[in-house]
């Protein structure tokens, strides 16, 4: 399975897309994560990749839970910022959350890939996701240990199957004009 989520991951950057991540509390942790390993460095000095964090940004957050609700806080994210192919990976523990549904739904209707990193099984947003990774229990501690060990493989993946350039070096700018 963890396969066909890095197999996902490749082709989407190979061909011009980005991934979009996101969960609430911890998983908003580890959907932070998963987005700087892949735009900044996992291993070593790599080329970053076009990934996004949707959980991150407070003033967005609460402009949106505070205008239309908690539930529509990442579906209207997704709706203003995914494009048909970008992968959009979402991190659970229950699948429960009327937001969860709502974000994977909006993704799956803008033809994004959809994955879900989940604790539990839920039929509620399985339909929603072409990937579905469980890890079988609603034990927080030890779903969160387990997705941050998916989230590393996927990472691993991904750079390797890439074969990211290692060599890659910031634009240097020139130093600025003195007054």
Partial sequence: MIDNVVDLIVTSIQQGHKIITFGVGGNASTAMHLAAELSG???????PLPCICISENPCILTAITNDFGWDQVFERQIAGLARPGDVVIAFSISGKGEYLSRALWAAKSLNCQVILLNGAFSPLVQFACREVLS????DTPRVQEWQLKMVHKICAGVKSRLEVETAWQPIMLASPVSM
């Fill in 135 to 138: 890890f079988g229990s609603e």
């Fill in 41 to 47: 460095k996992y291993e070593q000095y790599e080329k």
